[in-house]
Nanobody
């Protein structure tokens, strides 16, 4: 079983910055991809940023140039540096892990519990 623990959310003024963290623990043989998703009230969950094997990154158009995803492979920790935050970035942010639990196993996915990010003056 894999656990994802997120931290770093909070209330910030427009133009401010926050850094989210997601620590993964448990039975992980190898990681295929890690990413951040968000869900605003009344909206569907959407991909914010993802980092895959080989450190390839993918960002939603709405956050390109403002958010940076990174990963500490040794610690199985994922980060999201969010700069120039806007009110429309307000949402619950979820960490996602796509991984192989053991050698030869099927690909699995886990979600964190979510952390609230509120951008407001």
């Amino acid at each position: 079983q894999v656990q994802l623990v997120e931290s770093g959310g909070g209330l910030v003024q427009p133009g401010g910055s926050l850094r989210l963290s997601c620590a993964a623990s448990g039975s992980i043989f190898s990681i295929n991809a890690m990413g951040w998703y968000r869900q605003a009230p009344g909206k569907e969950r959407e991909l914010v940023a993802q980092i895959t094997t080989g450190s390839r990154t993918n960002y939603a158009d709405s956050v390109k140039g403002r958010f940076t995803i990174s990963r500490d492979n040794a610690q199985n920790t994922l980060y999201l540096q969010m700069n120039s935050l806007k009110p429309e970035d307000t949402a619950v942010y979820y960490c996602n892990l796509v991984y192989y639990g053991v050698y030869g196993a099927a690909l699995s996915a886990s979600w964190g519990q979510g952390t609230q990010v509120t951008v407001s003056s």
